[in-house]
């Protein structure tokens, strides 16, 4: 007979490291603790008695010390229930904190399992003597949750005082299931079937519902089941609903929720923090998050990893990359050691700062702490490398990766493909998507459409027909995304016949000729100025035009200055219920500013906003370049004055105009005050806004301050166009 005696697992402070997963939390056990780990699944309150798992009254919390025993409502039975019981075990574990949390960024590791998430415990290997708990066991096996709720039902419905409750645990289970699929109302109806069929309904249950609610955004509905509770509810009760009104941005509506916990005497655990401090970061701030986690040990809550990984995401999300590595080196003075998703979110702001040195530093660093860089601290390393121009450093990373055990995607290949692309390194593209293999991957439609934009780009288009054909022969048949793209480059360039022998391939490898495809053929009539051509398209096209193809025909038209053609094809588009973008309105706006018509061009932007369209800046920019050739420096001025007070951001084109129409009026000094101040919040002037000021000196004869300024210019031009250069690479 296997013996009763009670063995404790001791886990000390330090040796747990609680980690977040794509769906929650995760537990990872110090080396000597593994064997325990599968048997025990994290599950706390669960400890080995025998070959059985039952429920001990003081289950572990996540610091191993002991937790308060939390009140379970009375049993219907009068004896006390075996531990072989399924409804024994589903009461030893509480639900899942978050049934669809995941802190975004970055991933942690992918190794941990998001099984430590506290749920009921598995009852199948439990009978029961129950027919009815029988076949609603069959009934949620096969999935027929419908008639499994019927059976609920018909429980409640018939029970009177005669036979026996269904089984809570696989009544949660049900819950759970159908909350899984959307159907919370048929979930509720379930418990409260179960609770008027004498069902002995425990907060597991609850949690399961509020968990679902949550999920799908149901939040009234969650505090409503919370208000009405005949259980206590717990810290797994609360922690959804304060995730679901935080990822809404209600983080004050959560504080008030968390302190409503306190006053009912339920202590919020190391969860329901780090889920309120992730918000505070993300609304209030590195700062307001400090005090909540000064609240949280106060209050007697160890923080974990996870809660010092959400911080220090905070201070890098504030740009604050310095006090972030500062963090990451005190981590050892809270009892814990930097993991790979601290190291992985500290390397992440250090990239967005484009600070490539400390990047190098600190990731030499994790190598030196033996702290692996896992799938995601690899792919993050290599998108922003991209980005900043650096493509051999990334082909690099994507060479160490095997090295540590982590495996390339395609769609990572994919971005090195095309930002080798872009440097007009066509060729290499070529040999890396020829060479994908190595690093565990293989080429899809999406790597050779890259490739096939670059040669198209390059006008190598001998070539890019090669490519099409590679695609078959490699069995990666190129579909619409491929052919468009082709097509809209040879359009773009006035090759408008060769795109049409493109479009008879589409239909042999089965690619739908839509409207994509004829704007780009109407875009080509038009850059070739065949607006005939054009509109005949345009008339019998068998799809439906889109806002593109309005705004497509209406560039064309304009430019060819048939102006009654153009009013025609603008109220087609109302006709048609086709609403006008801000595109289609800065092709109008252009259009009269070159002809001069300055006061309709106005009117024009004023009644953008009755067609839900908002000016942008390329509108005021268009507007500002007719003003400043037609009208005063101080109309100019004025609309500069009103954009800015409509939110608009100026940039370095609204400020050149401005600069020009003061420099033309005599008013060089106002222009000059206004150079030095777009130096100073960053814009590199052009050489034409030196222009402007050296031709407004030289008209007054200022010949001193003309060469002064001339020795100016040629300084920092060459500077200008350097940082032009690397803007471009990035």
Partial sequence: MA?????????PLGH??????????????NRDQQKTRSKLAAQPGLWKRGNRYSSDPVPLNLHGDAAPHTTRPPRLAAAPLPSSSPWARARSSP??????????????????AAATRPEAPNAASGSSSNPASNRLRRLIAREDLAEAARLVERSAASRGGRGEAPDVYLCTKLIRNLCRRGRTSDAARVLRAAEGAGAPVDVFAYNTLVAGYCRYGQLDAARRLIAAMPVPPDAYTYTPLIR??????????????????????????????????????????????????????????????????????GICREGRVDDAR???????????????????????????????????????????????????????????????????????????????????????????????CKQGRVDDAFKFLNSMVIYGCNPDTISYTTVLKGLCRAERWNDAKELLKEMVRKNCPPNEVTFNTFICILCQKG???????????????????GIVTYNALINGFC?????????????CMPCKPNTITYTTLLTGLCNAERLDDAAELIAEMFRKECAPNVVTFNVLVSFFCQKGFIEEAIELVEQMMEYGCV???????????????????????????????????????????????????????????????????????????????LLGLCKRCDTENAIEFFAYMESHVEVSRQGEQDKKED
């Avoid at 190391?270 to 889920?275: A, E, L, M, Q, S």
């Avoid at 607006?531 to 398209?537: K, R, V, Y």
């Avoid at 033309?664 to 402007?692: C, S, T, W």
Wanted: aromatic fraction near 6%; include cysteine.
């Fill in 527 to 539: 850059v070739q100025g065949r607006i005939e051509s054009a509109l005949e398209l345009f008339n």
């Fill in 95 to 112: 639900l899942s904190p978050f049934p669809h949390a995941s802190i975004p960024s970055p991933k942690p590791h992918s190794h941990i």
């Fill in 495 to 513: 090759l408008i016949e060769q795109a049409f022998m493109l479009i008879e391939q589409m239909s042999e490898h089965g690619c739908t000729v």
């Fill in 16 to 29: 747990v490291v609680v980690a977040r997963c794509g769906a929650g939390f995760s537990l990872q056990f």
């Fill in 615 to 693: 000016p942008n800046l390329i509108t005021y920019n268009t507007l500002l370049d007719g003003i400043t050739k037609d009208c005063s420096s101080e109309d100019a001025l004025e609309l500069l004055h009103g954009l800015v007070s409509k939110g608009v951001s100026p940039d370095i084109v609204t400020c050149s105009s401005i600069i020009g129409v003061l420099s033309r009026e005599d008013r060089v000094e106002e222009a000059i005050q206004l150079f030095h101040a777009v130096q100073d919040i960053g814009m590199r002037p052009k050489a034409v806004v030196y222009n402007k000021i």
């Fill in 326 to 420: 500062e963090f990451l080196n005190r981590l050892s003075s809270y009892g814990f050691q930097p993991d790979t998703v601290s190291y992985t979110t500290v390397l992440k702001g250090l990239c967005a700062a484009k600070r490539w040195e400390d990047v190098e530093e600190l990731f030499a660093e994790m190598m030196e702490r033996d702290c692996r860089p896992n799938e995601v601290t690899f792919d993050m390393l290599v998108r922003f490398f991209c980005r900043g121009g650096m493509v051999e450093r990334a082909i690099q990373v994507l060479e160490q990766m095997s090295e540590h055990g982590c495996t390339a995607n395609t769609t990572l290949c994919n971005i090195v493909i095309n930002s080798i």
């Fill in 244 to 313: 679901g009104l935080c990822d809404r941005g209600r983080v004050g509506d959560a504080v008030s929720l968390l302190d409503d916990m306190l006053r009912r005497g339920c202590q919020p655990n190391v969860f329901t923090y780090t889920v309120l401090l992730e918000a505070v970061c993300k609304n209030s701030g590195f700062g307001q998050a400090m005090t909540v986690l000064d609240e949280m040990r106060a209050k007697g809550c160890t923080p974990n990893i996870v809660t010092y990984n959400v911080i220090i995401n």
């Fill in 3 to 11: 013996s009763q005696e009670r063995v404790n697992l001791v886990i």
